[in-house]
Structures are given as C-alpha cells and as structure tokens.
C-alpha cells in the first residue's frame, strides 16, 4: 500500500497555525497528509482543498468522511481557485508544488521511470497532451524548453537529438524505454550516481506538459489576494525555476527588490506583506533520511499586510 508522507509538515503548521482555528486553503489536496494535518489542529479550523486528480477526488472522501462540513474539495486546478474563493477569504494559503507518492507509484500514471507503463504525467488525465505525445510531435524549439529550461539538464541537446531520433519507433510510448533512451543520451547511470539519468529529463517533460510554470504564475497573485490581512502564504517547492519564481514573487509583495538588477526606487515599490522567513527553509536531516523525496523541497512564506494592485 502507498503511504503518502506530507513534506515539511510541522514548519507547515508552524506558519499557519491552524490551532488558533479560521478558515485555510490548501491548494495541492494530493495524498491528504497537509489538510488532514491542519482540520486535525482544532475544530475551529476550516479548510478548502483544491486538486485536479480525479483520483484525488476519491482519497479526499475520507478526510470528508472525518472533518465534515469543515472540510470542502473542489476537483480543480488552483489556477481556477478564484472561480470558487473570494478576495480576503482565508486566514492562510499553502501550496505544495510536489507531485504526491499515489501519482508517482500509480503505474497508469505514467510519472516513474521504475515501472513501465504508458508515459501518460499529465496532472489531470481528462485534459490536455499526454507525455507520449509530446514527445512524438512537439517541436524541437518545445522539446529543448522541457529538457534544458524545465528539466536542467546539461546534456540537453543530445537528449533532444535522441527523442527526435525516436519518433514513430514506440520507444516514446512506454516509461521505461523512454528512460532507456535518455539515460543513453547522457551517457548512461554511473557507479554510485544517487539519481537516474533520465530523472531530470522527465521531470521537465512533466511540468512543460502541464503547463506548471505558467499555472503558478497565475495563482501565486490569487492566492495572496485570497488571504485576509493577517493571513500567511506558504509554498513549498522542489525545483529551482519554481522557487524562484515564488521568491520573486514574495519580494515583490514585500516591497523588496525582485532580483539583484531591480533598480527599481525603494519609494515606488509598496510594501504588501512582510517575509517569514529570512533564509529558505528547508527539510530537517532527520526528515530526508525518513522521506528521501523530500530533499528537494525548499519553502518560502508570508504574512499579507494589504491588498496589492496586481
């Protein structure tokens, strides 16, 4: 059975303190572990989650079955939580941007490279390309924005030469031959290497497919607009591209400059929240060594103070 463990969960609950009761959202339902978490802190607290897994749908039955008419699920995307949440709603917002271990080891899935499967990855499989066919008819200009933008990876352009190569072969149809290939391309897995070759390369192809840049882009201004002043906004994240992405994002709300080059007047910047947490936060020793999928997750928070002009 697949047990799904919540990263970062205590410094989670340690921002938003849902033992003081109010109503929070949770933006990435998953495996339940976060919003079981903070409904379990008080009976005061009330929560919203928010997934587009349709399996998701069925795992949030229990957390409904325990919690009740505290606990509402919306079968959507976060991207379209305004379609159902209003301005200064929630007394805090947590996202985490991971994909849960249920999508990960459910072979139909198509998200691991450990068991062979159609390579499916799209976050809501009622929607959208399949990795498969991306990979067959996506162009060159696509397929080198997944695997070295989205994907990091240094040896980007003999992936890509390898997937065009592959076309019409069924080597792109299935996980492990797909992963076969990749690993190939980039010189194959070394003696001692703790990650798969192909790791970095399937990663990128997942977020180009689902769009997840562009779709934190347009909820990360929602979801600070949802808070109440007061409120806080944590988001937890496992690739660079997004934390960056999130921490411009906070400096901004906090009138701080967005990047080194921001020559922008301290005068015009206004100042819309305030950051938690002065370094990044990251798991304990003790947690990667309990949940090694957590080693990547960084987490960055804020408390709101006003509502911006976004």
């Known amino acids: 059975m697949v047990k799904h463990v919540p990263v970062l969960l205590e410094e989670s609950l340690g921002f938003l303190k849902p033992e003081d009761g109010g109503r929070f959202a949770d933006l990435t339902y998953g495996g339940g572990g976060h919003s079981d978490a903070i409904l379990g802190a008080s009976e005061e607290a009330e929560l919203v989650s928010f997934d587009c897994d349709p399996d ?8 409904s079955s325990q919690f009740g008419d505290r606990f509402t699920f919306h079968d959507l995307s976060f ?11 929630f007394d805090g917002v947590l996202m985490d941007l991971g994909i849960s271990s249920f999508q990960l080891m459910e072979p139909l899935k198509g998200f691991s490279f450990r068991l062979d ?20 008819t996506a162009s060159r200009e696509s397929l080198v924005r997944a695997v070295r933008e989205y994907g990091e990876e240094r040896r980007w352009n003999r992936v890509v030469n390898a997937i065009l ?3 019409g072969t069924g080597v792109l149809q299935r996980t492990m031959s797909a992963a076969e290939l990749v690993s190939n391309a980039v010189g194959g897995l070394r003696i001692r ?4 070759p192909a790791t970095k390369t ?3 192809i997942r977020i180009a497919i ?3 840049m562009e779709a934190l882009a347009v909820t990360l201004p ?7 002043p007061g409120g806080v906004l944590a988001v937890i994240s496992f690739h660079s591209l997004e934390d960056r992405m999130v921490k411009r994002f906070m400096r901004k709300m906090a009138g701080r400059p967005v990047h080194r080059w921001d020559r922008s007047v301290l005068d015009d910047r206004k100042v819309c929240a305030e950051m938690l947490n002065t370094k990044i936060i990251i798991p304990s020793k003790e947690e990667v060594e309990a949940n090694p999928r957590s080693r990547s997750a960084r987490m960055r928070v804020l408390r709101k103070i006003e509502q911006p002009n976004l």
């Open 56 to 63: 998701a749908l069925v795992r949030s039955e229990k957390t």
């Open 79 to 89: 991207q379209k939580m305004d379609e159902v949440s209003s301005p200064e709603d």
């Open 117 to 136: 499967a159609p390579i499916d990855m799209r976050l809501d499989p009622r929607e959208g390309q399949s990795a498969a066919e991306f990979l067959e």
């Open 165 to 167: 190569d592959a076309r």
């Open 193 to 196: 290497q703790r990650i798969h």
């Open 202 to 204: 399937f990663q990128g």
């Open 210 to 212: 689902n769009g997840e």
């Open 222 to 228: 929602k979801a600070f607009r949802s808070l109440k």
